[in-house]
């Protein structure tokens, strides 16, 4: 089961998954209810999909999607989407709970029975979880979320189920004029066009997504207030998160920022979840209310608690190195991290907040 906002670029992957196959000599079948065949040949002409051993069909009727399962025997079958499908067993609506359970229940058993994968492209809602019954993802062995802002370029292909290996483990493409490419260096995806001049108001943080480190760049812009009420508005990461924080700057750090806008966003479109972003935040908003630039060459990674303290985080190591790798020269870390990281030329430590403000600001 494949989720994904609309535009984000579900439809386009999975096309040109069969089309790898299908130049492998393995029979596809793409099954759409959502397009046309003439709207499929145009996207399969942008994505170059040629292959005569990729076939299309057009239908959202379920008894005659299984017969042509049966008739051609693909090695492999995408259903764009299981929302669309109908069975004329039942009187309700395309896209119904009942509807939508009874068409996965029933490709399901087709799938197990003949050993063909079958990929079925969900719609999501406005929460970002999968349309229709919850059971449809404990049915189906896989559910992979193909996440991104439309806005911007790069995708991340993320599994929260997988019942054939880690889900730890994510896939990050970039959208271009001929479809989804693969990015060959990923840690830096979200840095590719960031200034090295010192700037206040940026710090970068070293996440990790699945079991790969990413470095992405937080930006905050702390202004006073014009219109008597502070503005607190955040893009790409918590605003809960960012309001914490905060909290702690005033209370732990003594820095005010009561009479003040608040805008921090993650760049490029990222999604920062994790607490080890904390610290780059809280140096992102220190830097930009004090003008002191943070150093370009650093990258941090710490989880800040409610008493001023930082918390280590998971791999840090991975985190470390990776960030050297790709030119950074220092990195701050708790001092409660593994002694092995803490050695390493180039790495800081600080045990509290106030501390490494001390290190990466001189405040």
């Given amino acids: 089961l494949v989720g994904g906002d609309p535009g984000i670029g579900k439809s386009t992957l999975l096309l040109q998954v069969l089309e790898s196959l299908a130049r492998k000599g393995l029979k596809v079948l793409y099954i759409t209810g959502e397009e046309s065949a003439r709207q499929i040949k145009l996207r399969?002409?942008?994505?170059?999909?040629?292959?005569?051993?990729?076939?299309?069909?057009?239908?959202?009727?379920?008894?005659?999607?299984?017969?042509?399962?049966?008739a051609t025997s693909p090695e492999t079958v995408v259903i764009d989407s299981i929302q669309t499908i109908y069975s004329s067993a039942l009187s309700s609506a395309p896209g119904s709970v009942g509807q939508v359970r009874e068409a996965a229940e029933r490709l399901i058993v087709e799938a197990k029975?003949?050993?063909?994968?079958?990929?079925?492209?969900?719609?999501?809602?406005?929460?970002?979880?999968?349309?229709?019954?919850?059971?449809?993802?404990?049915?189906?062995?896989?559910?992979?979320?193909?996440?991104?802002?439309?806005?911007?370029?790069?995708?991340?292909?993320?599994?929260?189920?997988?019942?054939?290996?880690?889900?730890?483990?994510?896939?990050?493409?970039?959208?271009?004029?001929?479809?989804?490419?693969?990015?060959?260096?990923?840690?830096?995806?979200?840095?590719?066009?960031?200034?090295?001049?010192?700037?206040?108001?940026?710090?970068?943080?070293?996440?990790?997504?699945?079991?790969?480190?990413m470095l992405v760049e937080i930006q905050a812009l702390v202004s006073p207030a014009a219109y008597g009420v502070p503005r607190r508005m955040t893009?790409?990461?918590?605003?809960?998160?960012?309001?914490?924080?905060?909290?702690?700057l005033e209370k732990r750090v003594g820095l005010n920022f009561a009479q003040h806008d608040i805008y921090v966003n993650a760049v490029g479109g990222a999604k920062v979840d994790e607490p080890a972003a904390d610290l780059a935040i809280a140096l992102a908003l220190a830097s930009s209310l004090k003008d002191v630039a943070v150093d370009a060459r650093?990258?941090?990674?710490?989880?800040?608690?409610?008493?001023?303290?930082?918390?280590?985080?998971?791999?840090?190591?991975?985190?470390?190195?990776?960030?050297?790798?790709?030119?950074?020269?220092?990195?701050?870390?708790?001092?409660?991290?593994?002694?092995?990281?803490?050695?390493?030329?180039?790495?800081?430590?600080?045990?509290?907040?106030a501390g490494a403000l001390e290190l990466a600001l001189m405040l």
Avoid: W
């Fill in 44 to 70: 399969g002409k942008r994505v170059g999909a040629s292959s005569r051993d990729l076939l299309v069909m057009v239908e959202i009727a379920l008894e005659n999607i299984l017969k042509q399962i049966k």
């Fill in 113 to 213: 029975k003949s050993g063909i994968p079958i990929f079925l492209i969900g719609h999501v809602t406005k929460d970002g979880s999968i349309a229709g019954p919850k059971v449809l993802e404990h049915m189906v062995d896989t559910v992979l979320y193909l996440e991104g802002d439309r806005h911007h370029c790069f995708r991340i292909l993320r599994g929260v189920k997988n019942r054939f290996g880690s889900t730890n483990e994510i896939g990050i493409f970039e959208m271009r004029n001929h479809g989804l490419t693969e990015v060959t260096n990923p840690a830096a995806v979200f840095l590719t066009r960031r200034s090295r001049q010192d700037v206040p108001g940026s710090a970068i943080t070293a996440g990790l997504e699945g079991t790969r480190p």
């Fill in 235 to 248: 893009a790409g990461v918590e605003h809960n998160r960012v309001a914490l924080i905060v909290a702690v």
């Fill in 298 to 353: 650093l990258v941090c990674a710490g989880e800040i608690g409610l008493t001023g303290e930082l918390r280590p985080v998971t791999g840090a190591e991975k985190r470390v190195n990776e960030a050297f790798k790709l030119g950074f020269t220092q990195f701050m870390l708790s001092g409660q991290s593994p002694a092995a990281v803490l050695n390493k030329t180039g790495v800081s430590a600080a045990d509290t907040l």
